[in-house]
């Protein structure tokens, strides 16, 4: 079945979606929000489903290793997983990559999604990506 902005935006208030969208347009790189809009666009409901899942399952698998280093090897194959899933969406180069890691720890927004996770976790992400978008430029 096709999927539409109801199913993408399911939960959320209509006025923070207005804002959200508006913020996008204003704050990102306008051909990423496109390419966004249309690999999610080609997506079924189901397959919308089983990649926010995936997002979810994976997001949980980093919170567990917050007892490691970032830089460990199990945190970073973690890492990896996660920027291949953020494909799903949009191309992400490693430069990307550690933006968006900044975002996950300044955005309030984005902060307090990671944070109910596990505390600590928004700024985990952040270090840990950032490490991975250093060791993916030096190959």
């Not at 508006?22 to 397959?47: H, I, L, P, T």
Request: aromatic residues 12%.
């Amino acid at each position: 079945m096709k999927l539409n902005d109801k199913d993408i935006y399911a939960g959320v208030d209509p006025e923070k979606n207005e804002r959200w969208n508006k913020e996008v347009d204003e704050k990102y790189d306008s051909e990423k929000v496109a390419e966004s809009k249309r690999n999610v666009g080609k997506m079924s409901k189901e397959q919308f489903k089983s990649v926010q899942k995936q997002g979810e399952i994976i997001t949980m698998a980093i919170g567990e290793k917050m007892h490691l280093k970032s830089s460990f090897l199990e945190v970073q194959d973690l890492i990896k997983q996660h920027q291949k899933w953020i494909e799903n969406f949009y191309a992400c180069s490693a430069e990307m990559y550690r933006g968006l890691g900044q975002v996950y720890k300044e955005n309030p927004e984005f902060t307090a999604y990671y944070e109910k996770v596990k505390p600590g976790l928004a700024a985990y992400m952040c270090e840990a990506m950032s490490f991975y978008a250093d060791s993916i430029r030096k190959n």
